[in-house]
Nanobody, 117 residues
Framework: QVQLVESGGGLVQPGGSLRLSCAAS????????MGWYRQAPGKQRELVAT???????NYADSVKGRFTITRDNAKNTAYLQMNTLKPEDTAVYYC???????????WGQGTQVTVSS
């Protein structure tokens, strides 16, 4: 059973930075997509960024140029570096894992990011 554990959320002022981490454990996999999604109060969960096991990345338009997703295959960990944060980035951020050949995906428990002065 795969488990995803997120860390790195918190309170930051506008213009600041945070780095989120998502560590996967409980199984081995080589072909996958890891992603970050977020959900603000009263809004639907939305895609932030994804990265494949080969390193291909994809970003929401709202975070392009400010956020960077990376991964460490040896550690089964994905990171989301968030720079120039804005109040509208405030949300619970969730890690997601899709493994090739499996019928379900996996979600982390979420980590709160609050951007406020």
């Amino acid at each position: 059973q795969v488990q995803l554990v997120e860390s790195g959320g918190g309170l930051v002022q506008p213009g600041g930075s945070l780095r989120l981490s998502c560590a996967a454990s409980g199984s081995t996999f080589s072909v996958y997509v890891m992603g970050w999604y977020r959900q603000a109060p009263g809004k639907q969960r939305e895609l932030v960024a994804t990265i494949t096991s080969s390193g291909t990345t994809n970003y929401a338009d709202s975070v392009k140029g400010r956020f960077t997703i990376t991964r460490d295959n040896a550690k089964n960990t994905a990171y989301l570096q968030m720079n120039t944060l804005k109040p509208e980035d405030t949300a619970v951020y969730y890690c997601n894992l899709v493994v090739a050949g499996r019928s379900r995906d996996y979600w982390g428990q979420g980590t709160q990011v609050t951007v406020s002065s």
